[in-house]
């Protein structure tokens, strides 16, 4: 077992090791990185126009198809913002929030 977070109990690692793992930032992946956020409210795009809030994602979900063995480890801020590796996940498509199995962000880390 790796090591672990401090305050982190053993089943809130994740439960799944090895293999084939895509470390996947939201920002300037699956949208231009121009993300704010609402009070209340989700995310939206402040810029470039003609742009929307996971508009790549799809197309990523068809890139990974052919890779079934492929793990997503979210590396995004919208993960602490959410306070949820669940929560952020399911802002993707169903066939990629499957393969999420934690992420790389957590309270202890410096503010990018």
């Known amino acids: 077992m790796g090591p672990r977070m401090s305050g982190q109990s053993a089943d809130m690692l994740p439960r799944w090791r090895g293999g ?5 930032d ?3 992946v699956l949208h231009p990185k ?3 956020r609402r009070p209340g409210g989700g995310p939206y795009l402040a810029g470039p ?3 929307t809030v996971f508009e790549h994602a799809p197309l990523l979900a068809r890139c990974v198809e052919s890779y079934p063995e492929l793990r997503i480890l979210l590396s995004t ?4 913002v959410l306070r949820s590796v669940h ?3 399911r802002r993707l498509p169903p066939a990629m929030r499957r393969r999420v199995v934690g992420a790389t962000l957590h309270g202890g880390m410096d503010p990018v």
Do not use: Q
């Not at 084939?20 to 996947?24: G, K």
């Open 20 to 24: 084939i793992v895509l470390c996947l």
């Open 26 to 28: 939201f920002d300037g």
């Open 34 to 36: 121009n993300v704010r």
């Open 49 to 51: 126009p003609g742009h």
């Open 77 to 80: 801020n919208s993960v602490p």
């Open 87 to 89: 929560k952020a996940a």
